[in-house]
Nanobody, 123 residues
Framework: QVQLVESGGGSVQAGASLRLSCAASGSTFSTYAMGWFRQPPGKEREFVATISRNGGATYYADSVKGRFTISRDNAKNTVYLQMNSLKAEDTGVYSC????????????????WGQGTQVTVSS
């Protein structure tokens, strides 16, 4: 079992940057593909980014491509989401998730979820 704890959220102005972190418990972190999802206010949860077990493959939602970067440090059991040029539409609760399989844009493919961290971007 994996426990995930996100941090790094906050309230910023449009154009600013934030880096989210997701710390995982357990010694098997490197066997999980990881993903970031977000839930905007009043909307369904949506895919943001995913990274393979060794970090060699990454995929992004079109809405964040070129602005967000997902990375991981398996020695620290941590996955990151660097968010640059933030926009008001990036506002939402950001959650990380672990997948015993391969990278996926489908939230249903993920086995473990963190509680989420709030990101608010004002224009």
């Amino acid at each position: 079992q994996v426990q995930l704890v996100e941090s790094g959220g906050g309230s910023v102005q449009a154009g600013a940057s934030l880096r989210l972190s997701c710390a995982a418990s357990g010694s098997t972190f490197s066997t999980y593909a990881m993903g970031w999802f977000r839930q905007p206010p009043g909307k369904e949860r949506e895919f943001v980014a995913t990274i393979s077990r060794n970090g060699g493959a990454t995929y992004y939602a079109d809405s964040v491509k070129g602005r967000f970067t997902i990375s991981r440090d398996n020695a620290k059991n941590t996955v990151y989401l660097q968010m640059n040029s933030l926009k008001a539409e990036d506002t939402g609760v950001y959650s990380c998730a672990a997948n015993r399989g391969v990278t996926s844009r489908d939230s249903g493919a993920y086995d473990y979820w963190g509680q989420g961290t709030q990101v608010t971007v004002s224009s």
